[in-house]
């Protein structure tokens, strides 16, 4: 269907699903799959010529910042234990 969509000018492309893309030759020559922490990532894909983007870590947990974003803007630690034993932030 895409050939014949391209043929008269409309753009069009199958879509996939992360997990098939991520099985592409060019994804893996560029780094894009990144092992970190036992579990797999993506990093940015592109590279430079001395190299390219790199995961050290994996993703911070839910919440984990919100106590030090929320005290720089003004909201005391009090409040911040108030609204999270509400629910209202992680």
Do not use: K, W
Request: aromatic residues 6%.
């Amino acid at each position: 269907m895409g050939a014949l969509l391209n043929a008269h000018h409309v753009p069009a492309a199958r879509v996939r699903y992360l997990e098939d893309s991520l099985q592409e030759p060019h994804y893996a020559a560029c780094g894009v799959p990144q092992e970190v922490q036992r579990q797999r990532r993506t990093a940015a894909s592109f590279a430079f010529g001395h190299g390219g983007p790199a995961l050290d870590h994996g993703p911070r947990a839910h919440g984990a910042d919100s106590a030090a974003v929320l005290q720089e803007l003004g909201i005391p630690p009090e409040e911040f234990e108030a609204l999270n034993s509400r629910g209202v932030v992680a």
